[in-house]
């Protein structure tokens, strides 16, 4: 894309935050729900109201949750103390999974249960309620004092999802860097692209960020399959929370006439580099990174700051823009948890003035980026490992959409993202792409994608 092209389209996303899409000083007004935040005197009755939790009173569940609550708010109250003597910037508040047992958070972050493992009542209902918590109206909690320096505004780009009690933060994020592009290119906001057919269909015989689906991947997986068969609008194949059979094989079944969106390949930043993650976001849009999310879940608002240098890279999400707040800069980061969680879906993450020497070591890869036959530890830096493995897709386009009779107003749009010098920009195999996957495990999207038509003509 043209320098100058790139540079007009960036400001098609800048100019409106400027001319207020943020209401001028202070915090956006809040909905009832949003008013939560007075943590002072909150109950579990009225945490049931707020999440729509069906617990009967007296029995035995709502007993085993209350408990699990009580003992979620003591740790929120805990963590503001403790905040507020060493002087962090963020606060922690009411969230959708002051119910979930620790083993039910940790699906949201990668963790692959048990065989046999069954989630509970309180989990399936957040997913339920996905409609509602993940594309509420609820007025923003976002600070609208601070200022965005580049990328997307929180009020911009994607909207928000739910991913429920499937660990497809992978495919969401994935989903949702398409999307973002695809607005760059005029497509209407309410596009919507089916993270679930990723969920179903994406192929990992090499365990690349688990074993598929539910159970996790990598966005590079993602990306090789998107490239190869393209994805359905969210209306064609809408989200589950779990895995599902993929449909007939996309190439030649019903995917073949439907609209779809496609990619030519996606460029791997360079890792463990601040600089060109920054670049990127404001010369490409959002990018696909991995995290350690498993402080997160008390979130509410501020910057976050408490991640250790050594992390656990088990949770994707999409990286929109950066900035500063009373001195100390950031990077947002656009989740996949509703957006009843933290400020309306997203965090802003500490950026460190040294980011690039802010690093630590993942000593088990294998359960978030890494892959089998991979290195048993990895270096990842900046705030949650957030540096190691970032993802832009390459060659974004809308198939199967004619823009003259389209009557979702989809058009034909192609978003493609200017290259960048200092990203590799793979259209092939796995094993240049992915940090996990460098080190011997010969993963091949080609091959991937054989085994999974052959699987399909077997069946």
């Not at 695809?182 to 688990?210: F, K």
């Not at 779809?260 to 670049?279: D, I």
């Not at 200017?418 to 940090?435: H, K, Y």
Request: net charge negative; glycine share 12%.
């Amino acid at each position: 894309m043209p320098r100058l092209m790139a540079a007009a389209l960036l400001g098609l996303f800048l100019v409106p935050a400027a001319r207020g899409w943020r209401a001028a000083g202070g915090l956006r007004a809040k909905s009832a729900l949003a008013a939560r935040s007075a943590l002072e005197g909150y109950s579990f009755a009225q945490y049931i109201r707020d999440f729509s939790r069906p617990y009967s009173p007296g029995s035995e569940e709502h007993q085993r949750r209350a408990a699990i609550f009580e003992a979620s708010l003591a740790e929120v109250h805990t963590t503001n103390a403790r905040n507020a003597k060493e002087g962090r910037g963020w606060k922690a508040g009411i969230h959708p999974f002051m119910d979930w047992t620790l083993a039910e958070r940790r699906v949201l972050n990668g963790y692959k249960p048990p065989r046999g493992h069954r989630h509970s009542q309180a989990v399936a209902l957040l997913h339920e309620g996905a409609s509602a918590f993940g594309r509420s109206s609820m007025a923003s909690r976002l600070n609208a004092s601070f200022s965005e320096e580049g990328g997307l505004s929180a009020d911009m780009g994607p909207a928000l999802r739910q991913q429920g009690n499937c660990g497809s933060c992978w495919a969401i994020s994935a989903v949702e860097a398409v999307e973002a592009q695809l607005l760059r290119s005029g497509a209407p906001p309410s596009t919507r692209l089916s993270a679930q057919a990723l969920v179903d269909c994406v192929p990992n015989p090499q365990h690349c960020g688990g074993s598929g689906g539910c159970d996790g991947a990598t966005g590079e997986l993602a990306y090789a399959f998107m490239r190869d068969h393209g994805i359905p609008l969210e209306s064609d194949l809408p989200y589950t929370a779990r895995t599902s059979t993929c449909p007939q094989v996309p190439l030649d079944g019903p995917w073949h006439s439907m609209r779809r969106a496609r990619v030519s390949g996606w460029s791997q930043l360079p890792s463990n580099q601040a600089e060109p993650l920054k670049s990127a976001l404001v010369s490409q849009g959002p990018v696909v990174v991995a995290v350690d999310g498993n402080n997160w879940f008390n979130y509410d608002s501020g910057v976050f700051d408490s991640c250790e240098k050594d992390a656990i890279l088990g949770h994707a999400v999409l990286a929109k823009g950066y900035g500063s707040d009373a001195g100390r800069s950031y990077w947002l980061i656009q989740n996949s948890w509703g957006s009843d969680w933290g400020e309306n879906g997203h965090i802003r993450m500490l950026m460190h003035d040294d980011e690039e020497q802010w690093c630590g070591v993942d000593r088990k890869p294998q359960e978030g980026v890494g892959c089998d036959g991979g290195p048993a530890e990895v270096t990842v830096c900046g705030m949650c490992g957030i540096l190691y493995d970032p993802v832009v897709p390459q060659g974004v386009r809308l198939e199967g959409i004619d823009s003259a009779t389209d009557d979702e107003g989809l058009g034909s749009g192609v978003a493609q993202a200017e290259g960048s010098d200092t990203a590799t920009a793979v259209a092939g195999n796995l094993d240049e792409a992915s940090p996990g996957a460098s080190a011997g495990s010969g993963v091949n999207a080609e091959a991937q994608m054989d085994a999974l038509l052959r699987n399909f003509s077997n069946s």
